[in-house]
């Protein structure tokens, strides 16, 4: 927490407000709304989730993104120029530079970081210069920095682009996006959103991955890490690269929608429990019997609409010749 007097009041700044509760959000609130206080708050969190609503709309959110790997070697060079400045000659060689700015994740603190522990590793030579070199800033910056917040935003994205990559028949993306989530620790939050997908993106285009996404879930938590990167690998490149269908969840929405806006019919008496008006159709050629099974305020309502693909196609010509035997 940091204020200081200003004319028109006090201006604080308050560094990672998500730690504030929302009792002490609230008694901001009056100083904010009578000009007392100016608040510039900090957070590494999406504000809309952690910040108090009413504290959130007396303010502006500015969101800072990655900086560029260019932009981070202009920090470097002014980071040299500081420790050049505390009598500490230090130079670095151009490919030491761009290491540190590509595998800093876009945070200038982690590469000015590096830099320094690289400085401070590397012996002065004859002349008292202490020169950085890739070798030396390779050992130095371990880990290639990854974007990862568990509970923010970028977990998110990542799930995000994993699936948007696998419905957009893409297998390099998928893969990349999936090493990052690998990288990330996230083996359970793929397995589940890989069983998302195989009936959100591709069902009934092919009915036969879903069993097959289940099983190499199943062995990548029972195999782990890192022998569960090659179940998962395969099986979303055959994902990627499978024929597409959303038609199930079109399906299922259509009729929560008609559900929503036009509530709940009675259900026919013929197919009421022990109502013996009822057709049983094992009894009948082909296990089949016209009958009504529709709300007569729905009847002839069409929710499933088979979508092109060799699979559905046959799924068509079934329903087409249930339409003939029914009428």
């Known amino acids: 927490i ?21 009792k002490q959000q609230q008694s901001l609130l009056e100083f904010i709304e009578n000009g007392k206080i100016t608040l510039i708050a900090s957070t590494t969190e999406n504000p809309y989730f952690y910040v108090y609503g009413a504290v959130l709309s007396r303010c502006t959110v500015f969101e800072f993104r990655e900086v560029s790997p260019k932009d981070i070697e202009k920090a470097l060079c002014r ?15 151009e490919a030491a530079m761009l290491h540190i700015a590509e595998t800093s994740g876009g945070d200038v603190r982690k590469a000015i970081g590096t830099l320094e522990i690289s400085a401070f590793s590397t012996p002065c030579d004859e002349n008292g210069n202490v020169n950085i070199t890739l070798e030396t800033v390779e050992a130095c910056s371990g880990k290639r ?3 990862f917040d568990r509970d923010g935003d970028s977990h998110y994205d990542l799930l995000s682009a994993f699936q948007k990559s696998i419905r957009g028949s893409d297998p390099d993306a998928a893969v990349h996006y999936l090493a990052r989530l690998l990288e990330g620790g996230e083996l359970e939050a793929i397995c589940r959103r890989l069983q998302i997908i195989v009936y959100e993106d591709i069902g009934l285009a092919n009915s036969s991955m879903g069993p097959k996404v289940v099983s190499a ?19 979303i490149i055959e994902m990627a690269l499978s024929p597409k269908s959303n038609s199930g969840e079109s399906a299922i929405y259509n009729a929560i929608n008609t559900v929503k806006n036009n509530g709940s019919y009675p259900v026919p008496s013929h197919i009421k429990k022990n109502n013996p008006v009822y057709k049983y159709p094992h009894n009948y050629k082909n296990s089949i ?6 709300p007569k305020e729905l009847k002839g309502s069409k929710f499933y609409i088979p979508r092109e693909n060799t699979f559905e196609n046959k799924l068509k010509i079934i329903m087409e010749n249930l339409e003939k035997i029914n009428k």
């Open 2 to 22: 940091g204020g200081f007097d200003t004319m028109n009041g006090i201006l604080l700044f308050l560094d990672e407000i998500q730690n504030f509760n929302k």
């Open 79 to 93: 980071a040299i120029n500081v420790l050049k400045e505390s009598a500490v000659n230090v130079n670095a060689d």
């Open 145 to 147: 920095a990854t974007r």
């Open 217 to 235: 879930c199943i062995a990548a938590r029972e195999v782990g890490m890192p022998e569960a990167t090659i179940i998962l690998g395969t099986i």
């Open 289 to 294: 019997v016209k009958q009504e099974y529709l």
